[in-house]
């Protein structure tokens, strides 16, 4: 049991409740103190992969059934490792989207269900949010604290779900430079490990294939596979946007009623491997050099996401940001994958951003009884499609959080008055006179 002394100093800063389950991870995090000097107190990360790999792919329900299963005792073994109680969490957050529906579903009604019992705010978090500024809170939670990126900074996003390049001008500041037209870079490795039979369908074992491989020979001996968007031009509109099926439509059409042998399924791997890192790379100095020649050179370059554990971007992407003169980011790898702890962030960021006005307006004092409110009340909805820079209202959804705090407990007062009045109002007796004729009439014409 925590000390009441313990209850009191712990009361004194935020700290966050974090659950992350857009997609394949179910993960916890308890993070405290400012965006400027956070403490990631605990922080559980549950692959499912192994679950969805005799699938050869995600299944939604799999997966959603996966969060249902495991959420509830990941997020009591994270307060029990952080030595917290849930008296001790100041904010609730989860990813509200982008992401699976029935994934996204089962942590914000898990988290606001929580919000509700405990009566604190719940914070509605982009799931892209947390990923744009996980190189900051990288730097920050390393020992000892390193210097993190400066704003603003270019984000290479790339993972399963998403490709993107950003601007992170500054926390709840964004602007999209370029994004992918079809798939996700993470989604082309999964899909190209796949069609070339390697062990496992994901971009980490196409990874360890393509050190063992050869791309000139699979181009001589097969097909030379095409690097995505070479020829954009760029004086088109969209020209920093990224493509990948057409590399994944390559490769199965090429290899497509042939038999290849180990060497070149390794071959493949690398030819692959190196198409797209080619088009990253080529896509990311293309933007910088826009950003520049519209006097807006980033101070920056960060890379973001899943596909950034991949040891040969990761390189690339440092030579290319000397080439810049800029310093190089790139967030340690418990941070790349989908995680609770850059949720926990991104909520702390925006929970920040909130004048201390409008949180005194807005925050719930008194205890209010779960039996007796609908949970529809914490309005904001899953979105399994929310772009980051067009709905991402930071301020509004939190204040509104708050706000839906106090709804609760208003429709649950005004629920106990509307019964006691219906008891009052009812009639013990029928009534003793008979409607008169005039009054049947009157009844008629209205
Ligand atoms: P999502 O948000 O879509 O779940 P994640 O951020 O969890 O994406 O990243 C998962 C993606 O990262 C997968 O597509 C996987 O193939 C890719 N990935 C993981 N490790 C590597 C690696 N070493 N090289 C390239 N891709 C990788
Ligand atoms: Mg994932």
Same mark, same amino acid.
């Not at 800063?13 to 992350?20: C, G, P, Q, T």
């Not at 993070?31 to 995600?58: D, M, N, V």
């Not at 100041?90 to 898990?110: E, F, M, Y």
């Given at each position: 049991?925590?000390?009441?002394?313990?209850?009191?100093?712990?009361?004194?800063?935020?700290?966050?409740?974090?659950?992350?389950?857009?997609?394949?991870?179910?993960?916890?995090?308890?993070?405290?103190?400012?965006?400027?000097?956070?403490?990631?107190?605990?922080?559980?990360?549950?692959?499912?992969?192994?679950?969805?790999?005799?699938?050869?792919?995600?299944?939604?329900?799999?997966?959603?059934?996966?969060?249902?299963?495991?959420?509830?005792?990941?997020?009591?073994?994270?307060?029990?490792?952080?030595?917290?109680?849930?008296?001790?969490?100041?904010?609730?957050?989860?990813?509200?989207?982008?992401?699976?529906?029935?994934?996204?579903?089962?942590?914000?009604?898990?988290?606001?269900?929580?919000?509700?019992?405990?009566?604190?705010?719940?914070?509605?978090?982009?799931?892209?949010?947390?990923? !744009?500024?996980?190189?900051?809170?990288?730097?920050?939670?390393?020992? #000892?604290?390193?210097?993190?990126?400066?704003?603003?900074?270019?984000?290479?996003?790339?993972?399963?779900?998403?490709?993107?390049?950003?601007?992170?001008?500054?926390?709840?500041?964004?602007?999209?430079?370029? /994004?992918?037209?079809?798939? !996700?870079?993470?989604?082309?490795?999964?899909?190209?490990?796949?069609?070339?039979?390697?062990?496992?369908?994901?971009?980490?074992?196409?990874?360890?294939?393509?050190?063992?491989?050869?791309?000139?020979?699979?181009?001589?001996?097969?097909? #030379?596979?095409?690097?995505?968007?070479?020829?954009?031009?760029?004086?088109?509109?969209?020209?920093?946007?990224?493509?990948?099926?057409?590399?994944?439509?390559?490769?199965?059409?090429?290899?497509?009623?042939?038999?290849?042998?180990?060497?070149?399924?390794?071959?493949?791997? !690398?030819?692959?491997?190196?198409?797209?890192?080619?088009?990253?790379?080529?896509?990311?100095?293309? !933007?910088?050099?826009?950003?520049?020649?519209?006097?807006? $050179?980033?101070?920056?370059?960060?890379?973001?996401?899943?596909?950034?554990?991949? /040891?040969?971007?990761?390189?690339?992407?440092?030579?290319?940001?000397?080439?810049?003169?800029?310093?190089?980011?790139?967030?340690?790898?418990?941070?790349?994958?989908?995680?609770?702890?850059?949720?926990?962030?991104?909520?702390?960021?925006?929970?920040?951003?909130?004048? /201390?006005?409008?949180?005194?307006?807005?925050? #719930?004092?008194?205890?209010?009884?779960?039996?007796?409110?609908?949970?529809?009340?914490?309005?904001?909805?899953?979105?399994?499609?929310?772009?980051?820079?067009?709905?991402?209202?930071?301020?509004?959804?939190?204040?509104?959080?708050?706000?839906?705090?106090?709804?609760?407990?208003?429709?649950?007062?005004?629920?106990?008055?509307?019964?006691?009045?219906?008891?009052?109002?009812?009639?013990?007796?029928?009534?003793?006179?008979?409607?008169? $004729?005039?009054?049947?009439?009157?009844?008629?014409?209205?």
């Amino acid at each position: 049991m925590p000390r009441m002394s313990d209850l009191r100093t712990k009361s004194k800063m935020s700290r966050i409740l974090a659950i992350e389950t857009s997609c394949d991870e179910t993960s916890t995090a308890i993070l405290s103190g400012s965006t400027q000097a956070p403490t990631l107190e605990a922080h559980f990360i549950l692959s499912h992969t192994k679950k969805t790999h005799p699938f050869g792919g995600i299944v939604p329900e799999v997966v959603a059934r996966e969060h249902l299963q495991h959420l509830e005792p990941l997020v009591a073994q994270t307060l029990a490792q952080s030595h917290n109680t849930l008296a001790h969490i100041t904010h609730i957050a989860a990813t509200c989207g982008p992401g699976l529906l029935g994934s996204l579903v089962v942590g914000t009604t898990t988290a606001k269900t929580l919000a509700l019992a405990q009566n604190i705010p719940f914070i509605p978090t982009n799931h892209l949010e947390g990923h !744009a500024l996980s190189p900051i809170l990288s730097a920050l939670t390393e020992s #000892p604290p390193q210097e993190p990126p400066p704003f603003p900074y270019l984000l290479l996003l790339v993972s399963g779900g998403h490709g993107l390049l950003l601007l992170v001008q500054q926390p709840t500041s964004y602007r999209v430079i370029g /994004q992918t037209r079809d798939d !996700a870079p993470g989604e082309c490795l999964d899909k190209c490990a796949r069609l070339l039979q390697l062990p496992t369908a994901s971009g980490a074992e196409l990874e360890a294939a393509a050190k063992k491989g050869n791309p000139t020979r699979f181009a001589d001996q097969i097909i #030379p596979l095409p690097q995505p968007m070479k020829h954009a031009k760029l004086h088109h509109a969209q020209h920093c946007d990224l493509s990948f099926s057409g590399l994944k439509s390559a490769l199965a059409r090429a290899i497509a009623n042939r038999t290849l042998s180990k060497q070149q399924r390794l071959d493949g791997a !690398a030819a692959v491997q190196k198409a797209l890192c080619d088009s990253l790379i080529e896509r990311s100095d293309t !933007a910088l050099r826009t950003l520049a020649a519209q006097n807006r $050179k980033p101070a920056a370059l960060a890379v973001a996401g899943g596909v950034a554990a991949n /040891q040969t971007l990761h390189a690339q992407l440092q030579c290319l940001a000397t080439k810049h003169a800029l310093p190089f980011f790139c967030p340690r790898l418990e941070l790349c994958t989908d995680n609770a702890a850059m949720i926990a962030y991104a909520a702390l960021a925006r929970s920040e951003v909130v004048p /201390q006005k409008e949180k005194n307006k807005y925050s #719930p004092s008194s205890s209010i009884s779960l039996s007796s409110v609908s949970l529809s009340s914490l309005s904001f909805p899953v979105r399994p499609r929310w772009f980051l820079q067009a709905e991402c209202d930071y301020k509004k959804a939190y204040v509104r959080s708050l706000l839906d705090v106090r709804n609760v407990r208003k429709t649950y007062a005004n629920k106990t008055r509307s019964k006691k009045t219906m008891f009052t109002k009812v009639p013990t007796k029928a009534p003793t006179k008979a409607p008169t $004729k005039a009054h049947l009439q009157t009844q008629t014409k209205e």
